[in-house]
Antibody, heavy 117, light 107 residues
Framework: QITLKESGPTLVKPSQTLTLTCTFS??????????VGWIRQPPGKALEWLAL???????RYSPSLKSRVTITKDTSKNQVVLTMTNMDPVDTATYYC?????????WGQGTLVTVSS | DIQMTQSPSSLSASVGDRVTITCRAS??????LNWYQQKPGKAPKVLIY???SLQSGVPSRFSGSGSGTDFTLTISSLQPEDFATYFC?????????FGQGTKLDIK
């Protein structure tokens, strides 16, 4: 059974750096073809893909956020970490991590991050 | 970036109705198209991958079709648990953009 869970701060101040951790089970991120991605959703709005890391450490980023976002993995801990710099109130959203194979096949429950002073 | 445009943005229907949602890509994406269902306060759930393949465990009343730029999600006979928001998403090239969503509610 594949499960994922996001963890990190629920409130960050403008200009701060956000660090979110995705802890997963039921698969290995060293398995060929597998990836873990991050997607966010501002309240009442659509989904926005942020980043994706593959089993071979290939990393892909949304061009609009590439300068602010970093994705890394720790295969031994079954974790993927997303960092986003220079947070702004418009970055307030629920952040999801998801297992990627044929699509985003399994999702975490999401974590709401509010950016406010 | 490839833009994904869904229509309609909202839809009212009744239990038992046949419903079709459309997703159009701004350029050809072959069959690299996925459909998701999201209920309030919950994470999205994949229904269809590669345009027409039904994800394991998803009821057969859901089906997908299309290739190139035009895609459809069809629910053959709406059930009460199907009232939700539906998103399309392409995985053809970076960035993997989502459509703006179609909210399906009870008439």
């Amino acid at each position: 059974q594949i499960t994922l869970k996001e963890s990190g701060p629920t409130l960050v101040k403008p200009s701060q750096t956000l660090t979110l951790t995705c802890t997963f089970s039921g698969f290995s991120l060293s398995t060929s073809g597998v990836g873990v991605g991050w997607i966010r959703q501002p309240p009442g709005k659509a989904l926005e893909w942020l980043a994706l890391i593959y089993w071979d450490d290939d990393k892909r980023y949304s061009p609009s956020l590439k300068s602010r976002v970093t994705i890394t993995k720790d295969t031994s801990k079954n974790q993927v970490v997303l960092t986003m710099t220079n947070m702004d109130p418009v970055d307030t959203a629920t952040y999801y991590c998801a297992y990627y194979a044929t699509g985003f096949d399994y999702w975490g429950q999401g974590t709401l991050v509010t950016v406010s002073s | 970036d490839i833009q994904m445009t869904q229509s309609p943005s909202s839809l009212s229907a009744s239990v038992g109705d046949r419903v079709t949602i459309t997703c159009r890509a701004s350029q050809s994406i072959s069959s690299y198209l996925n459909w998701y269902q999201q209920k309030p306060g919950k994470a999205p759930k994949v229904l269809i991958y590669a345009a027409s393949s039904l994800q394991s465990g998803v009821p057969s009343r859901f089906s997908g079709s299309g290739s190139g730029t035009d895609f459809t999600l069809t629910i053959s006979s709406l059930q009460p648990e199907d009232f939700a928001t539906y998103f399309c998403q392409h995985s053809y090239s970076i960035p993997y953009t989502f459509g703006q969503g179609t909210k399906l509610d009870i008439k």
